[in-house]
């Protein structure tokens, strides 16, 4: 069984260019969460997602960061316009219930 | 709203010497999971260990154990007769088990664990 996968691994963008991110859970997951690693800081919770459904945002921006979880293909966390702020690892989960998430590779985000 | 603190920043050991990583978590859920999570150099997450609230036996897998205490609200993690391979950030985090949709680990700052051969 597959782990979490997550691509690309590293990502550059420029100023102002859109990021995607791309998650494909375990197989048989139906849960995906999206974290945040800023440089000096832990990791934070984004977004919760069960297929073509936000569960709780809360942890997300309110501008520019969006999900998806569609009923076909991998979850996508979506940056526009990014900055340099936005530079981070950003971080998938997949679980086959509550309670219990197993993390993906990363994605190294820089923003030059 | 949940708080997980790691006061040790980094920690430095020899190899084979015994080192404790601490956790002290805050709470107002009766019922919630702990977890334990490994941060190699290479950058991804590794589950190591979930404890829910209800089970307060401690755990030993190889030269890991875990040490759960709900007087103290403490779950600390110890590596017998470390190796330079368990370098790593430890991250400890908690989940609240609700019935509603809140599923967001919050995870405490980590512990920088440097084994020296």
């Known amino acids: 069984n597959a782990g979490v996968m997550q691509n690309p691994r590293h990502l550059v963008r420029r100023r102002g260019q859109e990021a995607r991110l791309r998650c494909s859970p375990m197989?048989?997951?139906?849960?995906v969460y999206w974290y945040r690693q800023l440089p000096e800081e832990g990791l934070k919770f984004m977004v919760y997602?069960?297929?073509?459904?936000?569960?709780?945002e809360s942890g997300m921006p309110k501008e520019r960061f969006s999900a998806e979880f569609p009923k076909e293909g991998p979850s996508i966390l979506r940056i526009q316009q990014v900055v340099r702020g936005d530079s981070a690892a950003y971080f998938c989960?997949?679980?086959?219930?509550?309670?219990?998430?197993?993390f993906g590779p990363g994605t190294r985000l820089t923003v030059t | 709203a949940q708080k997980v603190t790691q006061a040790q920043t980094e920690i430095s050991v020899v190899e084979k010497e015994d080192v404790t990583l601490d956790c002290v978590y805050e709470?107002?859920?009766?019922?919630?999971?702990l977890f334990w999570y490994k941060q190699p150099p290479s950058g991804e997450l590794v589950f190591l260990i979930r404890?829910?609230?209800?089970?307060?036996q401690n755990e030993i897998s190889g030269r890991y154990s875990w040490n759960f205490q709900k007087s103290t609200s403490s779950f600390n993690f110890t590596i017998t007769a470390s190796q330079v391979v368990d370098s790593a950030v430890y991250f400890c985090?908690?989940?609240?088990?609700?019935?509603?949709?809140?599923?967001?680990?919050?995870f405490g700052s980590g512990t920088q664990l440097t084994v020296l051969p």
């Open positions: 404890r829910n609230s209800f089970d307060e």
């Open positions: 197989k048989g997951h139906s849960h």
């Open positions: 985090a908690l989940i609240k088990a609700s019935s509603g949709s809140a599923r967001q680990l919050t």
């Open positions: 997602l069960q297929k073509e459904n936000i569960i709780d």
């Open positions: 989960a997949s679980s086959p219930r509550p309670y219990e998430q197993y």
């Open positions: 709470t107002r859920d009766t019922t919630y999971y």
